[in-house]
């Protein structure tokens, strides 16, 4: 699933570092200043599932295009991002229809999580298991990328879900893919089969030629990879439920296999 936003507002080099690390995290996104043409025909061009709003000084332009945006395009969620920190401005822009105001300043990372989350439905981890399997050169273009993503995140916040991979995994991807069970199993299997074929499994299985992960071990094998890199159950920030797992993914993998 591929997602396509729109970043509009007066020239800004903070513009560009922001669409480099939305590329990390599967997001591709268009800049467009508003010394162009009108923001609705820039939108007209290309489906964008959002729009990041920069206000600069003059917020009355701003409520209007989040008006009209809205008005025109109701399926794209729009994020206004504001420079004054005046509870009103923000309140305006929500008002106007926004779905978030981000008051500045505000650092890449943060924004991209807020965004990420709006799109995605809260996602806790999404953003780094994207940009982990990233860094191996893993397909974005293929589905199965995003499903794995999401199943990755699934198993990292509930370790027994892979008890059951057709209720716990395939389900609620599927769902939160507006997709059939079928799609899911298929796309992970297709992508286990071009990562073997392209020898970017080796840093999780070591070198075994041939060698083609089910779907259940691929899921355990890049869980444990990301657990064990981000070193995820023992930072007391973000300890799941108040609970440290004791738990490698790739063993419970082997043993219910």
Known sequence: MNYRILIYGNYNPYFAFLSERLKEYGIDSDIFYNNQYSVVEKLSEK???AVIIFNGMNSKRTTESIVEIKKRFPESAIVAVSYNSA??????????????????????????????KLLTGNSVYLPEI???VDRYNFPRHLNGFYYLCVAVELCVISPDRLSNIMSGIYEPVAERFGTGIECVERSLRHLSKNLSEYGLLDDF?????????????LICAVADAFVRHFDIYNKQNI???????????????RKII
């Open 205 to 217: 299985f070591g070198n075994r030629q041939n060698f083609r992960p089910s779907n259940h071990e």
């Open 130 to 132: 994207a940009g982990f």
């Open 239 to 253: 300890i799941i439920k108040n609970k440290i797992y004791e738990l490698n993914f790739w063993n419970l993998s």
């Open 87 to 116: 509870y009103r401005v923000c309140r305006t822009f929500i008002d106007a229809g926004a779905e978030k105001c981000i008051v500045m300043p505000a650092s890449v990372n943060n924004v991209c999580q807020i965004v990420l």
């Open 47 to 49: 489906k964008y599932c």
